[in-house]
């Protein structure tokens, strides 16, 4: 079964984040088709590119000039069959190109229609574009992101972003099922800055209990302590004692007796209190050990721990292979690549067979064919620039 199956998605966002969301319904079967401009979404172009195949893969593709007048009377047309219609554009530029929510909704009231955008389509901030570094900096990300003493950092991989699309992917998948209900469709507002705010739930919930604000500890955590990553004689490990029972595991494991018996750090109160000498010391026995030896003996204990791995080991992790996250894809003009796969299984849903990221237009013709254009139609649309064919 695929859920989505017989559903038409326009997908008229950009980037990587709107794209990712269009992605997950194209998973769940929809027919979703990516309408770029005729110079193609800037993901195309540069190291970006990786995020672009990633992200629009099972995706059919129409380069269309949204800007002309036969070009919107295209998008119209698309829109009058459509059943749901994802766009990032800033909040106001859909209006502007005539593909906004109140149009389109004219055209078609059971359009699931969302946006997807930096802060919303409300609010003071909502005309500032989305870049995941900006939210990070906004919302509190960086503030606790960090070693202390030190710049704030962000997180590397564009979490904000992603979530966003996953945010809003899950509000159309609401909206399918209320429209099934009612006949008709909403508008979905889905902002990186909200799912920002959404993820310091637990931060800002505790400051608005007690006043205390979440320090930048690198790894470490402040309700816990050994809680981070350690140096060991080869490589950095994580290792995690949330517990009396997995100090005591711990202490156990590594034959740090001196440490397990000392009555200052018998307790997580006591660990919390005498942190920066209980750190110094484990540090210090910690790197006489191969990390192999480390992580064999805290796992045989139940200990929570794990080798800080680089990119090149996570691709080949034998967890990322057995729970099929990698599927090897090849784009025209590129070698083989590796490409994540959604990150949930469903026992009655099926997969739909992997297809690459379109070229720029390259379903155009038959998209246009679909609408009732034929040939000489869409040469001429081409030869006027409204439409690019791949």
């Excluded at 503030?143 to 003493?149: Q, S």
């Excluded at 979530?163 to 399918?176: D, E, K």
Aim: overall charge negative; glycine content about 10%.
């Amino acid at each position: 079964m695929l859920p989505l199956k017989g559903l038409k998605v326009l997908d008229f966002s950009h980037a990587a984040d709107g794209p990712t969301c269009g992605l997950m319904l194209a998973q769940a079967g929809a027919n979703v088709i990516k309408i770029e401009p005729l110079q193609g979404d800037p993901y195309r172009r540069g190291l970006a590119v990786a995020a672009f195949y990633n992200a629009n893969r099972n995706k059919r593709g129409l380069a269309l000039n949204l800007q002309s007048p036969q070009g919107k009377e295209i998008a119209h047309k698309l829109a009058s069959t459509a059943d749901i219609i994802v766009e990032s554009f800033t909040p106001g530029v859909a209006d502007r190109l005539g593909i906004g929510y109140a149009e389109i909704d004219t055209l078609n009231p059971r359009i699931i229609y969302c946006s997807v955008s930096g802060f919303g389509q409300s609010g003071p901030y909502s005309q500032r574009p989305a870049y995941d570094p900006v939210i990070q900096a906004m919302s509190g990300f960086m503030a606790t992101t960090g070693e202390a003493g030190r710049p704030p950092v962000r997180v590397g991989p564009g979490v904000i972003g992603l979530g966003a699309a996953f945010i809003a992917s899950w509000g159309i998948a609401l909206a399918v099922i209320a429209r099934q209900q009612t006949g008709k469709g909403q508008h979905i507002d889905a902002a990186f800055f909200d799912t920002a705010v959404f993820f310091m739930s637990f931060i800002i919930a505790g400051y608005s209990i007690s006043g205390f604000t979440s320090p930048k500890m690198g790894s470490a955590n402040p309700v816990f302590v050994p809680y981070q990553c350690f140096d060991t004689a080869d490589r950095y490990v994580f290792i995690g004692v949330t517990n009396d029972r997995f100090w005591q595991a711990f202490c156990s494991a590594l034959g740090f007796e001196r440490l397990g018996s000392d009555d200052r750090y018998r307790t997580a109160e006591g660990r919390l209190l005498h942190r920066e000498e209980l750190l110094a010391e484990v540090t210090a026995e910690l790197k006489k050990f191969l990390s192999s030896e480390i992580l064999a003996k805290l796992e045989a204990a139940a200990v929570p721990c794990a080798p800080v791995k680089e990119v090149p080991e996570i691709i080949n992790d034998q967890q990322v292979l057995a729970r099929g996250m990698l599927l090897e894809m090849q784009y025209p003009g590129t070698d083989s690549m590796k490409l994540t796969t959604i990150p949930f299984k469903a026992s009655e849903m099926e997969t739909p067979e992997p297809l690459r990221a379109p070229l720029l237009g390259e379903h155009t013709g038959e998209i246009l064919a679909e609408l009732g254009y034929d040939k000489a139609a869409i040469d001429s649309l081409e030869h006027k620039g409204v439409i690019i064919r791949g």
